[in-house]
């Protein structure tokens, strides 16, 4: 009785996860829609770059850390 129920659960575990699989086909005429820039996952690197710079450099005002800087969070 045992095994036919861990069978039944592995069974049962096994279906759900292919039932709830995250994969779908993306269509050509669709694919335009993913390319757009504010899709991206980073839509403005310059503007990230210079917010983990200031960021680093206000960190570094309180010690501890390995960056170094000013720390005068100015910007």
């Avoid at 709830?20 to 504010?38: D, F, I, M, Q, Y």
């Avoid at 996952?41 to 000013?70: F, K, W």
Wanted: hydrophobic share 35%; proline share 7%.
């Amino acid at each position: 009785m045992k095994t036919t129920q861990q069978a039944l659960s592995a069974l049962l575990f096994i279906a759900l996860v292919l039932c709830t699989s995250g994969c779908a086909s993306v269509s050509p005429w669709e694919r335009g829609n993913l390319a757009k820039p504010h899709m991206a996952l980073n839509p403005d690197p310059m503007q990230s770059a210079l917010r983990t710079h200031l960021y680093g450099s206000r960190e570094a005002s309180t010690g501890g850390g390995p960056s170094s800087g000013g720390g005068c969070g100015c910007y």
